[in-house]
């Protein structure tokens, strides 16, 4: 997947939803941990838009349990025929084996995205700068989500990532929560090089996020001033 411009997806569990989403979107995260079947549902999958491959622990806000399952699975799903991308944890390739994930994806030539979730606040500059740098030493985009308390931290994040687009260092970055919900639609201004959003707005995959046309709309409408 060639993240060298901004990539739209949709976020769902559902694979089924793809047809709903291609007006619009430019791939799909599919939410492995949030479904049932979902190495069936790869197998499955003859839709239109790439999938980037999410299989979110539940320690940093997703579905899945047992780490040596769950990575394994995301390991496998790397292999399908319609998975263009995945996304591993920075900690689970720190800590829990995650790095095999990483390599697995580099010998079928999928590209990697390594994610920082902090669902209780944003942190200072220097420690955002510390995700995204260790994200890159292993992945062809660092994603981090930060909670965001205020404007002052959503202004942190987007001046950062304005600084490494400026660099030539893909980012991906996210200020989680009521008082970053803007910058879902203002960080791809600043460089960030993926969004997410559901096509249902009740289906939300994390805090503040638009749905899909809206997201689409504002980034398109954005970006054109």
């Known amino acids: 997947m060639d993240f060298d411009s901004f ?4 976020s ?10 291609r007006e619009h979107a430019d791939a799909v995260e599919f939410r492995m941990d ?14 239109e838009l790439p999938v980037l491959a999410t299989n979110r622990a539940r320690w940093e806000g997703g579905g899945a349990g047992d780490d040596t399952d ?14 263009e991308a995945i996304d591993v944890e ?24 390594v994610s920082t979730h902090d669902f209780e606040g944003a942190g200072d500059a220097e420690t955002m700068a510390t995700a995204l740098d260790a994200g890159l030493a292993y992945g ?3 994603k981090l989500a930060v909670t965001a308390t205020d404007r002052q931290d959503v202004l942190s994040l987007l001046a950062l ?9 893909p980012v991906a970055t996210i200020a989680m929560g009521e008082a970053g919900r803007h910058s879902r639609v203002v960080a791809p201004l600043y460089g960030s090089r993926i969004g997410y959003a559901p096509v249902d707005p009740a289906d939300a995959t994390a805090p503040g996020q638009f749905d899909l046309a809206t997201t689409a709309q504002l980034v398109d409408e954005l970006s054109r001033r």
């Open 12 to 21: 769902t569990a559902d694979l089924a939803a793809e047809p709903a989403a």
């Open 34 to 47: 949030l479904a049932s079947d979902p190495l069936a549902a790869l197998a499955d999958y003859d839709g």
């Open 70 to 83: 769950r990575l394994d699975a995301l390991a496998t799903a790397a292999t399908t025929h319609a998975v």
């Open 90 to 113: 920075l900690a689970s390739i720190r800590g829990d084996d995650g790095e095999r994930v990483v390599e697995r994806a580099r010998e079928v030539g999928a590209s990697v995205v």
């Open 7 to 10: 990539v739209l997806c949709a």
């Open 140 to 142: 062809d985009v660092a």
């Open 161 to 169: 990532t304005d600084e490494y687009d400026r660099a030539g260092d």
